[in-house]
């Protein structure tokens, strides 16, 4: 097979399929830099808040709602605990980085 390039790929073995966190304890974040010659940054939160880590993005929540109504109350509920302090507990948890408290704030002021 001259000219062909053959890969192979070791994985370790398991009696079952490993559960996501398994996967997930192995692994782990690099620091990265936006191109080749610049610093790289840790994936902490303020590189990432800050944009110098450049592997990031916002995750958003959307809704459907029908034009010039208010949203309905138990969305709006879901969203005032999501912007919460508490919400923000739970985003923490589940290994993600919370919102500043002041975009939290300014989200909360529009859910009235």
């Given at each position: 097979?001259?000219?062909?390039?053959?890969?192979?790929?070791?994985?370790?073995?398991?009696?079952?399929?490993?559960?996501?966190?398994?996967?997930?304890?192995?692994?782990?974040?690099?620091?990265?830099?936006?191109?080749?010659?610049?610093?790289?940054?840790?994936?902490?939160?303020?590189?990432?808040?800050?944009?110098?880590?450049?592997?990031?993005?916002?995750?958003?929540?959307?809704?459907?709602?029908?034009?010039?109504?208010?949203?309905?109350?138990?969305?709006?509920?879901?969203?005032?605990?999501?912007?919460?302090?508490?919400?923000?507990?739970?985003?923490?948890?589940?290994?993600?980085l919370p919102l500043p408290a002041?975009?939290?704030?300014?989200?909360?002021?529009?859910?009235?």
């Open positions: 097979m001259a000219g062909r390039l053959k890969l192979s790929v070791l994985m370790p073995v398991f009696n079952e399929a490993p559960t996501i966190a398994e996967v997930v304890e192995r692994v782990r974040a690099v620091p990265l830099a936006a191109k080749e010659g610049d610093p790289a940054f840790d994936a902490d939160y303020e590189n990432v808040l800050s944009g110098k880590y450049p592997l990031s993005r916002m995750l958003y929540i959307y809704v459907a709602k029908k034009p010039n109504e208010p949203l309905p109350p138990l969305i709006v509920e879901f969203l005032r605990f999501v912007l919460s302090k508490e919400g923000q507990q739970v985003v923490i948890k589940d290994g993600y002041k975009v939290s704030a300014q989200m909360l002021a529009q859910t009235k």
